[in-house]
């Protein structure tokens, strides 16, 4: 690891996979306890007291809301001891919901670049499709689903019928898990957290071969990093709601606000890192395992220098 304020972003992925583990191990409590409230503040709690004491300038770019909103890890709060300059997103909790139920897919996930190199999203919806790095310029987030898939098929040399698509189960995607089913894929149905369908896309190892939909901006910006990393393919359009963010949005990037958006677009840079520990059975790995005077968590970590599945064991009486 290189000393505070030298080096690159991606020397200093071990920092943050502590400040993901910090945050696993704070919401150990709430898991199945019926609170996403209390879920999710504990995990904001853990990262931010996590993230003071990294060798880092670290500023918030997408975290938990605006000043006024959010008393901790808000969107430009300065965080860490001094040194190199970063940007940061979190989500501290992704699945606040899966982990007041205890079911799986909750991780606590960030990610970060170099200063000015993350897209600053608002927390609007993000039209998405994500891909390993086989379909890598192939797929356009304004072409026909259809055309997209067939891509998809022809780049993995696979038939439409043996291909994996995971979708938010939402009324939005009704035509959209239609027409994959005509189509003949294997539709994985979410209730939450499309962040890490999304980066399996990218792992050998990954069970899904296609993530499509309408999710939030901030955790697109989220996957973009992992994506990015891992040389996958990430296409995003931001989709506004109503009159006044979609003014918002066009005081922040211009009349064309709504134009497709590659993957270089919403990461800048490809020294990124992104860290992710599972709260509860994950793409990441097992949830934590109490064990004697303390847990092992299951994380993952990527940069451009690779792909780091991480089991470890942290005594509890350190927090």
Request: net charge negative; aromatic share 4%.
């Amino acid at each position: 690891m290189s000393e505070a304020g030298t080096g690159t972003v991606g020397d200093h992925w071990a920092d943050f996979l502590d400040v993901a583990e910090e945050a696993a191990i704070a919401v150990l409590a709430q898991v199945g306890k019926g609170d996403k409230v209390a879920a999710d503040q504990a995990a904001v709690d853990g990262m931010h007291r996590a993230f003071g004491g990294l060798p880092l300038s670290a500023r918030v770019v997408i975290g938990e809301g605006e000043m006024d909103e959010a008393p901790m890890l808000y969107i430009g709060e300065q965080l860490g001891l001094g040194g190199l300059e970063c940007d940061i997103a979190v989500d501290p909790l992704e699945g606040t919901g899966l982990t007041a139920a205890a079911q799986d897919g909750a991780m606590t996930v960030l990610a970060a670049g170099p200063k000015g190199s993350l897209l600053h999203a608002p927390d609007i919806y993000m039209e998405k499709i994500c891909a390993g790095p086989a379909a890598a310029g192939k797929l356009r987030i304004d072409a026909p689903l259809e055309d997209n898939v067939q891509a998809l098929a022809k780049a993995l040399s696979r038939p439409t019928n043996r291909l994996v698509a995971a979708v938010l189960d939402r009324p939005r995607h009704e035509e959209i898990i239609a027409q994959l089913r005509r189509m003949g894929l294997t539709v994985r149905l979410l209730s939450a957290g499309d962040v890490g369908p999304a980066v399996a896309t990218c792992l050998p190892d990954g069970d899904v071969d296609l993530v499509v939909g309408t999710g939030g901006a901030p955790e697109g910006v989220l996957t973009a990093c992992a994506v990015r990393a891992l040389g996958g393919t990430f296409c995003g359009r931001l989709r506004p709601e109503n009159d006044t963010e979609r003014r918002r949005l066009e005081e922040m990037f211009g009349q064309d606000a709504e134009r497709p958006l590659g993957i270089e677009e919403i990461v800048h840079s490809d020294d990124v890192v992104f860290a992710a520990t599972s709260v509860t059975d994950s793409f990441v790995g097992p949830r934590p395992r109490r064990q004697g005077g303390g847990v092992w968590l299951s994380s993952l970590v990527v940069c451009r220098s690779g792909v780091r599945r991480v089991c470890r064991f942290v005594a509890l009486d350190e927090h």
